[in-house]
Structures are given as C-alpha cells and as structure tokens.
C-alpha cells in the first residue's frame, strides 16, 4: 500500500513544506492520540525533538493537537531520540514523539513515533494513523472542553538518561586515562553524550555542541567525520566517537584518525559477546546494505547474518520476533537489544569503549574486525519518479548481477526519507562493480531525466 506520509523512518520533509507543516503535524498528533488512546486512565505523550529551529513549529502544533484529544503532554525538549523511547516506558505514557530528521540538514524535520513500550510504531498502526489523517471527521473525535489535556515540562530529562546510559556500561570499568573525542553534531547529545563519557572518567573534548538552530549535521557529526578525525589526530586522543542529529547512530575514529563504520562495530560487540556467552540466537541482524564482509566474518565465527530491508525499524521488529540482542546499520544504528529499544549512538559507544578498556589495545587494534569487500554507493535523485517494479527495469538488473558470478551483490532502491534511487553493488573486483554501478546509474537516468548524485566507496 502507497502511503501519503509515512516512510521507513515516520513522517519527515522540508519544515513549513507539506508533510511537514503544522497543520499537517497537529493533524498527525490527533490521528494518533484517536489511534492509540484506549481505556479510562488519563492519557501520556511524551515529546522530545532536536535542535534544528523548526522544532519551535512542530512542536507546539503537536502539543496542540494531543491537548485537544485529552491527552497529557509531557514536554521534555531537546534529547535523543532513545532517550524519548526510554522515558516513554519510564514515565507509563501512552505513547512518545520525537521531532528530528535524524541526520538531515536543519531545513528538513520530521516526526517518529513510539508506543508505550518503547518501540517504534508498526506499519499497520501507521496505515490507521494515517486513514484518520485524512478524515474529515477527525474534529469530531476532539475532547470535550473538560476533558482537555494539559501540557508540562521535565525538568530532568537529561539527567535521567545519563544515568540510564550509565547503567549499561560495565559495573567494574571506567575510562580514567582514555582521551576520547566526541563530536555532537550540534544535535540533540549536545548536553548528554559529554556528560555521559565524563562522568565515568573519560578526558572528554567535545565537538560541534553548540546548537544555533541552523547548524544540526553541518559538516559535523556521523555524516561528515572529517572535522572528529583531524581533532582526534590533533589532540592525540584515543578515539572519537561521531552522532548524528538525534543521536540514534554512531562512527568511529581510530587513533590514527581512520573512520570506522556501523558493520565494524557490530563485527567488534558480536565477538566480545559472544566470547562472554550473552550474544542471543547466535546471530547478528543488519539490513541489505552490510558489507558482504561482514556476513563472511561472522561465519568464521559460527554466527549467522540476518539481513532485512534498511530502516533500523525493521532491524528490531526481527530482533523481537526472534530473540536476538544485537543489531543495527553500516551507517551507524547500533540497537542493543538488552539495553534499550531503538538504534543508541551513546550506549553503541560505551559498549566500544568497554571492550577497548578490557583489551589494553589501540582502537586501530581492535576496531578493524574484517577486510571490507569492495563497495560502491551511488545516489540518484529523481524528480518525475522512477518505477522499479518493471519487468524492464528487474531484467536489467539482474543481468547486472550475473556479472558478478554469484562473488557479489546489486541492490537498487528508493530511499524511504529522501527522493533519491540508491544505487549499491559489491564485489571483490573493484572495477568490475564501479562500471556496474555507472551503467545502472546511467539505465535509470534515462528513464526519469534525474540528476545523477554523489558515488562513494567502500
């Protein structure tokens, strides 16, 4: 079913733009409040957002929106998104918002939705939530003027996740002595992920967290890591750790400045824990885009990879169903299992941090877990829309990939948060998949007269 607002990450767009206008999010907050509210207790939402100046828009008309169906608003403003997921459950609300486009430039914003128990809504909620959306009655299902809800601020927001951050770090460590760069991507950690590191005894220098609104992933942050590896070189740190705007994703700097990735650092917890006995259902669940690599290492060790279509939503629905602790994205959604409910940049770290303080070893020692096999990423943007569902289009494809001799993979795809064709092919010939990707890129250019976007590879 095509849907109007949803994507793989909830509602998101450019701010004061459709979706993403207060009329829209108001709307969206009392679809959802009519969704969700059930029983006769006095109904939660809690709303937390990132730093990017159209939280000041969306914000208030969500608030308003849930107030006029009776539902209490508990405002906790900027956090991370896991920290909206664990307030969530902590203070029994019915449901939690967090205003963020991840790691989107400040123009963008959107909307993510958790359900009392900390988890992301299902598709199927979304479709409801979206058939009210767009009903012409939903006015009719507003409260009564006595029955309104009532809005208020935690004063504690951040302390409270710190101390749940904490938690999940070993009891018998800390991280006296370690010099640890972290870049906050003038985002939603600003206050936190400092906090965190320095309070269990990390020599913290901080990076990009001073929010002005604009500048939320602006050459900062776990999309642009360059300034986090010059500073860890410059200050002869031990290691750098890189958010993104709502801080639900993580990359790595080695002491050596080398970036590391999410299919890394997956690699590096699924051996320790494994070793210690607690890494659940004997395999690791990643998304379509984890390197080939990746998968093969894990064999070595006897453990499996359970690859799932890219949304780290969908990551966690398989992780549930089936009893699995670890997994997450190549770009940096690390989702433990044991620890919290969605993707954690800062709980990804310190479980890093942890094994580097039991190791005695450099970052650059224990952080390269496997040769990557080549890959190439390509983007697309489109603008009259390009079908992938043709015959056309899956037998050109598939051509494509038996070039690789079954020694590679193509994986073509519409992203879910930006109008952009995605465009991955690996394989151990290098040059082989870079001509593979250029033919697919220029295949489906001629289909929509797109512009072709920026090619990186792995």
Request: hydrophobic share 40%; aromatic share 6%; with cysteine.
């Amino acid at each position: 079913m095509t849907r109007q607002y949803f994507g793989t990450d909830g509602i998101r767009g450019t701010a004061n733009i459709e979706p993403m206008t207060p009329e829209t999010a108001m709307r969206a907050a009392m679809a959802t409040a009519h969704v969700l509210r059930g029983g006769d207790h006095r109904h939660k939402v809690v709303i937390g957002k990132d730093t990017r100046l159209s939280g000041y828009l969306i914000e208030p008309a969500m608030t308003a929106g849930f107030i006029s169906m009776g539902m209490d608003v508990v405002l906790l403003g900027p956090v991370p998104t896991p920290a909206v997921a664990m307030l969530t459950c902590s203070l029994r609300a019915d449901l939690g918002v967090m205003i963020s486009a991840s790691h989107n430039p400040f123009e963008d914003n959107g909307i993510k939705l958790f359900g009392a128990d900390g988890y992301k809504l299902s598709d199927n909620i979304e479709i409801e939530i979206e058939k009210f959306m767009n009903d012409p009655k939903l006015p009719e299902y507003r409260a009564a003027p006595e029955n309104l809800g009532r809005a208020a601020r935690l004063e504690d927001e951040s302390g409270r996740y710190i101390e749940h951050a904490k938690a999940s770090f070993p009891k018998d460590l800390r991280l006296d002595g370690l010099r640890v760069v972290v870049d906050c991507a003038n985002g939603a950690a600003y206050k936190t992920a400092p906090k965190v590191l320095w309070e269990l005894g990390a020599d913290v220098i901080v990076l990009s967290a001073s929010p002005n609104g604009f500048n939320i992933n602006k050459n900062c942050g776990a999309t642009d890591p360059e300034a986090l590896s010059k500073a860890v070189v410059q200050n002869r740190a031990d290691i750098g750790i890189a958010l993104d705007g709502d801080a639900d994703r993580l990359i790595v700097c080695d002491e050596t400045g080398s970036i590391i990735d999410g299919d890394q650092l997956m690699a590096l917890i699924a051996r320790d824990w494994h070793k210690q006995g607690i890494l659940k259902g004997g395999a690791v669940v990643a998304t379509v885009m984890s390197n080939l690599g990746l998968e093969r290492y894990l064999d070595t060790l006897g453990l499996g990879l359970k690859r799932m279509p890219v949304g780290d939503r969908y990551v966690v629905d398989h992780m549930r169903s089936n009893g699995y602790n670890l997994g997450g994205e190549q770009s940096g959604h690390i989702i433990l299992g044991d620890f919290g409910t969605t993707g954690d940049g800062t709980l990804a770290a310190l479980q890093v941090l942890g094994i580097l303080r039991r190791s005695g070893k450099k970052t650059s020692e224990i952080c390269r877990i496997f040769e990557p096999v080549p890959q190439i990423l390509k983007n697309i943007r489109f603008e009259n829309g390009i079908n992938l569902d043709t015959p056309e289009v899956a037998g050109y494809l598939s051509d494509r990939e038996k070039q690789l001799n079954g020694g590679g993979r193509i994986l073509v795809r519409k992203s879910g948060t930006e109008p952009l064709i995605r465009i991955m092919a690996e394989g151990d010939d290098r040059d082989l998949i870079r001509q593979l990707t250029e033919d697919i890129s220029g295949f489906l250019l001629q289909r929509d007269g797109a512009s072709a976007g920026k090619t990186s590879a792995a």
